[in-house]
């Protein structure tokens, strides 16, 4: 009887569509399991596709290639160590997301997904089938559970798989990033370890795709929830760990214990990570944005330049003659601190130009609110030639307060193909401005110290398109909106739980009409790193055209 066995954990990023690539990166992941003396070398849910493909994987010859792909994989791993790697399985007219185990030349067996999500980001409903509870499969004579990411949420997969025989639980996963999910992931897996007294390992992918991150930070825990490895977040790592069977069963002997970072860093960590992929992933080197003196584009400069490297980040003022002095120098004293190309660009006689141009159509007619979005449209085109004549993606920087009442002007300072802080409060803007001034670590590109001069973090916030204009005048002071969309957005709740809160109802009704009235805006937004379990986006879906107002 065996009494040990070796697994190997490869916590890897893949990417979406890229099926040689992700197989490249299984197949590194083998042999080093195979020089480890591994039984069993184990990649996250999906992995050979990448995660989340969206309605991709309802493409047949996607489907058709992964497939080929996967049976590809396993000959090449014929000669050493078990390898279950993530994938679809087509099933007559059923799709499954499954998980397959490669051993001997072959696909040895085949777990599939029970429990497909249909909440927040995910919608599996619509793309996978469910099957029947399955129970475990042999490695080298040990029953390996493989419940596949929410499997393990609830306790029915992994009893079934429990009462079937299962000595080890393997969980696969594709589990996105928010705000201190980690505390909510092992307590759901503490749940199944002490109902089942069997060892588990919560294996997760790394890597940003689209809006989502996935943050790693996979474990192995032992009977009785006692924690014998934590990986770090966020990166690439293969880890060997050993189970040794006693009178009680299998446990795993303990080692690799990486300490997590606080929610700050985390935070902070996963818009430059959500840039850095979304980029390489779309093949984009470079990016731009304009830079107005302002803390949302000196935070998404900075992020920027930690994500890519200031050599290739460019920063472009657009003045007008409401640009403050203030501005300027501000604007160009962070660019020059960050070390990045910074560009002057006054937009004078392009707007004088059009101001000619529509005179005649609107004489009569008293200034209002559409000239000062022309300075802003004016500032999206040319920061769109810019990005059209040199291959740089322009970055837009609404923070998530402005994005959710819609203080923002469509196809002006929303033009661009990411924004890194799209689900950021401004008051956590501030906040991450000055933690990342006061931090650096070896995964930022940026400089240490000071990159965001603190006179943009202490001074009112102004869109700067007339006389002596601040955010002020148009909404609520930061603290009172963010506190009241945290109530009526990521919290759900209605005009009477803000007025409980202690805010105004007429300043409640005001921010809900708001949020509800920029739903188009949003629509034609550019995506932006999550952080939260209701980021705008997949997470937060609603109606354009709606009527509906809670009145308190």
């Keep these: 009887m065996t009494d040990t066995f070796r697994l190997t954990m490869a916590q890897l990023n893949p990417t979406v569509g890229d099926l040689h690539g992700n197989a490249a990166k299984a ?34 010859a996607f489907i058709n290639a992964a497939v080929a792909q996967i049976n590809a994989l396993a000959e090449q791993c014929a000669d050493g ?33 029970y429990y497909l ?35 393990a949420w609830y306790p029915d997969v992994v009893e079934a798989m429990e009462e079937s025989g299962a000595e080890i639980i393997v969980v ?12 909510t992931r092992l307590n759901k897996m503490v749940a199944r370890v002490v109902e089942t007294g069997l060892p588990l390992v919560y294996l997760n992918m790394v890597g940003g795709q689209d809006d989502q991150v996935f943050d790693g930070g996979s474990f192995v825990m032992n009977p009785h929830g006692r924690p014998a490895v934590q990986l770090p977040v966020f990166v690439e790592v293969i880890s060997t760990v050993e189970f040794t069977r006693g009178d009680d069963g299998w446990v795993a002997q303990e080692g690799d214990f990486a300490q997590h ?7 902070y960590r996963v818009m430059v990570e959500a840039l850095r992929d979304y980029c390489r992933k779309t093949g984009f080197g470079k990016v731009l944005l304009g830079m107005s003196g302002g803390i949302d584009s000196a935070l998404v400069a900075t992020i920027a330049t930690d994500a890519l490297g200031a050599e290739n980040v460019r920063c472009v003022m657009l003045p007008s003659e ?21 560009d002057y660009v006054p937009i004078a006689e392009g707007r004088a130009a059009i101001t000619n141009t529509l005179a005649p159509l609107f004489e009569g007619r008293d200034a209002d609110l559409t000239e000062e979005n022309i300075q802003s449209r004016l500032r999206g085109l040319l920061l769109m030639a810019l990005s059209n004549k040199f291959g740089e993606m322009l970055l837009t920087t609404g923070n998530k307060s402005e994005v959710a009442v819609g203080y923002a002007t469509i196809y002006g300072d929303m033009a661009g193909g990411y ?22 670590r070896t995964w930022m590109n940026g400089p240490e110290g000071e990159v965001i001069p603190d006179r943009i973090i202490t001074k009112p916030p102004s869109a700067e398109l007339r006389d002596d204009q601040k955010d002020s005048d148009s909404l609520p002071d930061y603290p009172v909106l963010d506190a009241i969309l945290d109530i009526l957005v990521d919290q759900d709740g209605s005009i009477a739980d803000c007025v409980a809160a202690g805010y105004a109802a007429e300043d409640a009704k005001r921010v809900q009409h708001l949020v509800y009235i920029s739903e188009y805006k949003r629509f034609q937004s550019a995506p932006g790193a999550r952080l939260t379990p209701r980021a705008f986006w997949l997470d937060r879906r609603y109606p354009i055209a709606n009527r509906w107002r809670d009145q308190g």
């Design 261 to 267: 970072p606080g929610e700050w860093e985390q935070d």
């Design 81 to 113: 160590p078990a390898l279950a790697i993530g994938g679809p399985c087509p099933d007559g007219t059923k799709l499954h997301n499954s998980y397959y185990l490669l051993q001997g030349g072959k696909v040895a067996a085949v777990t599939h997904k």
């Design 419 to 440: 924004n890194p802080i799209k689900d950021l409060y401004k008051t956590r803007v501030f906040e991450t401005c000055r933690w990342r001034n006061a931090n650096h």
């Design 322 to 342: 409401y640009t403050s002095q203030h501005s300027l120098e501000d604007a160009e004293a962070c660019a020059n601190a960050l070390g990045v190309h910074y």
């Design 117 to 151: 999500p249909n909440y927040n980001v995910f919608d599996e409903v619509r793309l996978f089938s469910r099957d029947q509870l399955q129970g475990p499969v042999n490695v080298n004579g040990v029953r390996i559970g493989m419940p596949i990411c929410e499997d």
């Design 27 to 60: 197949l590194d992941a083998w042999r080093a399991g195979k020089e480890a003396g591994a039984d069993l070398v184990a990649l996250p849910e999906m992995f050979i596709t990448g995660y989340q493909t969206q309605d991709l994987i309802l493409k047949p």
């Design 172 to 183: 696969p996963n594709g589990s996105p990033y928010f705000r201190n999910k980690f505390e």
